[in-house]
């Protein structure tokens, strides 16, 4: 919850609500620069299965992060509905791969609440809170835990 | 006047007419008999004093007026070069260069020069005495071109001004020049000065005016501004009609008469030609001194004009958004020979054969020639030999050798570190030399150059050389070595041993190369420009440094080759060749495919099998292989087709993939795909 900690001067928090396994989950909307449709993907090897390629932003190389494979999710192959949300940390710019794009919400932040104890399979660190809005059920993303920086991806075993 | 729009390009242009001035000033030193580079030097003096005027640094305009009379008086043969006046010339330049940098760190560019004024002044007067009358003449030749540099209070009138007015006057025309001052609260200036205009365009024909309507209309002038009209009118009524639109504070209306006109101009002594005939001989003399002055004026801007400055982050958005431009090429090419319509094709034909233009000035304009910082080594070498006594000719090549910008930045103080350490440890006295049976004058080499994806920066020198135990002793001292390892190492590691922090050879500790500090802040920093340093040092014969870097950010030249579905980009400074192979030539040796590559043995590194791809193993009846080495060793890398060769950009992957081994980035390809770039050493152990 820290994260959201210095919100609190703000009722409101703006964020992009995105699908994966028919969950509905949610990224504060000032991170994120723009989302794409699937373009042509180059894949990087010798990286995390979720790693799921780079891709060419207008110039840029950006890493494509796989949502669901980052989550440990079944797998689905990519079709027309995929979206990837192009997210600015501090120091990178990465694409990530969900299901669908389409809402932009505010969420009241009383509505806000520390996870609950059982959310599906994620791993729970990945989780800044819950949103419940209107019978709806948002899961709100802790992006720097999901988004760490890969050092050293694969050592020199070779 | 606000002038904080120009200080920006004030500070670039003083800098670049500073450089001139060193520059000429050495060359001066060597030919002290060429007064043609006396001109040049006055030349950059004399628009630097124009500039700082304007700007309203009165020191820095001081000094270079100085200096330009000292200039003026070698100029005209006056006073004859010594060594002793060019070190004041060059102290003067010196102290302009202090207060370019004061002004460029937000300072005022104050400065106390008044020694330094002195004394250019003392060289001025030991000689003017003899040659007043001259020294007065040019110097008001000076005042005039200084005069058409900067704003004026009266206006001049050209050639073709005068002949309009004399006409116009001639047919019964008043020509009327009308000063109109604004209330200092005036807030739409240029709304009044489109009143002012209109009532007298009215009344007659404006020919002129001070400021230029240009600047006029952008309110780019103080409260007043004159204009000349011609008109039938009398003065009395233009001034009553103008005094109508309000915000005016005051009109002044002169009327110009041909006697006015020959005053006027006999007093600012501009070049033009009499408005009557009475053609003095005075003026002509006048106006041949100034011409050719004007001439070479005119030459010297349009060099000044040959270059802009472009913010580098402009340069980046432009080469992202051709990026683009280039992916969309890539679909419009393929959409046509889909279509197969001519007109067609043809378009998309010269379009791509633009593109690819456009693609090279692009990727050319982020390049800089190191000359930029080269540039500042000639005069710098020149004091520090002077400050130690010793006699140091400086020889650079290859300046020219083009570097991104971004190293361009960072590689000046690694390179003046070592030009001191050079000068102060490397290069003897000259009692020394001779001595030694050397040629009195030391020879210190800066050589720049392209290898592969690397430049080179090499920095040699004919002095001492690395004194192997005197290091080795030191070393030893400081616990830099143990003597063990000592007695074992090549004298190319005793060499860079002077290169380990903490560590100082010379006896005594001069000013100049300071104590030690450098070399190893030199390493330091060439390291993080992912560059390397090595020494080569003959005791006696002189110590060569190389410094070698990167070309990052730039153009490499690269490979593609396939690999399953994937494009992959090998850099060709890797690449010994390529070759295509039969399955039988393939060896066997301790688990380790091998292949007889010209009588050597090769290994065969199998870069599917490293990059976890599928089809890992398989191997076809003829592969074909990438011959890549790094230093001596060689590598076969199994690819399974070539696809070409190709000049690319590189790029990072980005913080995120901070790491990926065998990967050292990225490309973008001209179909807009991301081809990933093989890190040959990498590969090989």
């Known amino acids: 919850m820290a994260q959201f900690g210095e919100l609190v001067a703000r009722e409101e928090m703006k964020v992009i609500v995105f699908q994966l396994m028919e969950k509905e989950y949610a990224i504060e909307v000032d991170v994120v620069e723009s989302i794409e449709k699937l373009i042509s993907v180059t894949e990087v090897p010798r990286t995390p299965s979720y790693v799921y390629g780079v891709i060419n932003l207008r110039g840029l190389v950006t890493p494509i992060v796989d949502l669901r494979e980052r989550f440990g999710l079944e797998v689905k192959a990519l079709d027309d509905s995929s979206r990837i949300i192009i997210v600015s940390m501090e120091e990178f710019e990465v694409g990530l791969i969900v299901d669908d794009a389409n809402d932009v919400f505010d969420i009241p932040l009383s509505s806000i609440e520390p996870q609950p104890e059982v959310v599906g399979t994620i791993e729970s660190e990945f989780i800044a809170g819950v949103a419940k809005v209107d019978n709806r059920l948002l899961v709100l993303l802790n992006l720097e835990k999901i988004l760490e920086p890969l050092k050293r991806v694969t050592s020199d075993e070779f | ?685």
């Open chain 2, 1 to 685: 006047m606000d002038t904080n729009q120009y200080l920006e390009m004030f500070l670039d242009e003083s800098k670049e007419h500073l450089q001139a001035c060193n520059e000429h000033l050495l060359e001066l030193e060597k030919n002290p008999e060429d007064l043609a580079i006396v001109n040049e030097v006055f030349r950059s003096a004399h628009t630097l004093k124009g500039m700082s005027a304007t700007m309203g640094y009165e020191d820095i305009a001081d000094l270079t007026h100085k200096m330009e009379n000292v200039l003026d008086a070698i100029r005209n043969s006056k006073i004859s070069v010594s060594t002793e006046i060019l070190d004041v010339v060059f102290k003067a330049v010196d102290y302009l260069e202090e207060m370019v940098m004061d002004i460029e760190a937000g300072g005022s560019g104050k400065k106390d020069v008044q020694d330094l004024v002195n004394a250019l002044n003392n060289i001025e007067a030991g000689h003017e005495a003899i040659t007043t009358s001259v020294m007065e003449t040019s110097a008001t030749t000076l005042e005039v071109v200084q005069a058409q540099d900067m704003p004026k209070t009266e206006l001049n009138y050209d050639e073709y001004e005068l002949t309009v007015i004399s006409q116009s006057q001639e047919q019964g025309f008043n020509a009327l020049e009308v000063t109109v001052t604004l209330r200092d609260d005036c807030l739409l200036k240029a709304a009044r000065v489109f009143m002012v205009f209109e009532i007298l365009e009215k009344a007659g024909e404006i020919i002129k005016s001070k400021p230029d309507v240009e600047f006029l209309e952008n309110e780019d002038f103080d409260a007043s501004f004159t204009v000349v009209l011609l008109t039938k009118e009398d003065s009395v009524a233009i001034q009553a009609k103008v005094m109508k639109v309000s915000e005016v504070e005051d009109v002044l209306v002169t009327e110009l008469t041909a006697e006015s006109l020959i005053q006027g101009k006999r007093d600012k002594e501009t070049s033009s030609q009499s408005l009557e005939q009475e053609t003095t001989a005075t003026e002509v003399v006048v106006k041949q001194e100034t011409a050719p002055e004007k001439s070479k004026r005119s030459t010297n801007a349009s060099h000044a004009n040959k270059t802009i400055r472009v913010n580098i982050d402009r340069l980046d958005i432009l080469m992202n958004l051709f990026e683009e431009l280039v992916i969309d090429r890539g679909r419009l090419q393929s959409i046509a020979s889909e279509l197969h319509n001519p007109d067609l094709n043809e378009t998309v034909e010269r379009m791509t054969r633009v593109s690819g233009d456009l693609q090279n000035i692009i990727l050319n304009m982020r390049m800089i020639p190191v000359e930029t910082v080269f540039n500042r080594f000639p005069k710098m070498v020149r004091q520090l030999a002077r400050d130690l006594d010793k006699k140091i000719n400086l020889e650079i090549i290859g300046a020219e050798t083009e570097l991104d910008r971004t190293v361009i930045d960072e590689i000046g103080d690694p390179l003046v570190h070592l030009i001191r350490n050079a000068l102060d440890h490397g290069v003897e006295t000259p009692a020394e030399r001779i001595a030694k049976g050397k040629p009195e004058e030391g020879t210190v080499t800066l050589r720049a150059y392209h290898s592969g994806n690397h430049v080179f920066i090499e920095l040699e020198d004919d002095g001492a050389g690395v004194n192997r135990s005197r290091v080795l002793k030191k070393a030893i001292e400081r616990g830099i070595v143990t003597e063990e390892v000592a007695g074992s190492m090549t004298d190319k590691q005793v060499a860079e041993l002077i290169l380990a922090s903490g560590f100082s050879t010379a006896e005594s500790i001069t000013d100049v190369s300071g104590r030690g500090v450098g070399l190893d802040v030199v390493k330091s920093t060439i390291e993080s420009l992912g560059g390397h340093i090595t020494i080569e040092s003959k005791e006696g014969q002189g110590s060569l440094f190389q410094v070698q870097l990167p070309l990052t950010l730039s153009i490499i030249s690269v490979m593609l080759v396939n690999l399953e579905k994937d494009i992959y980009a090998i850099p060709l400074s890797s690449i010994i060749e390529t070759a295509i192979i039969q399955k039988s030539e393939i060896l066997n040796a301790h688990n380790q495919k091998v292949i007889d590559f010209r009588g050597s043995i090769v290994p065969l590194v199998n870069l599917k099998g490293i990059f976890e791809m599928e089809n890992a193993n398989k191997m076809d009846e003829y592969q074909s292989i990438v011959i890549v080495r790094k230093g001596d060793k060689l590598a076969g890398l199994l690819v399974d087709s070539f696809i070409g060769q190709q000049e690319i950009v590189l790029k990072s992957l980005g913080n995120y993939l901070q790491s990926v081994f065998a990967i050292s980035g990225a490309t973008i390809l001209g179909n807009g795909q991301v081809a990933l770039i093989v890190d040959c050493n990498s590969l090989i152990k």
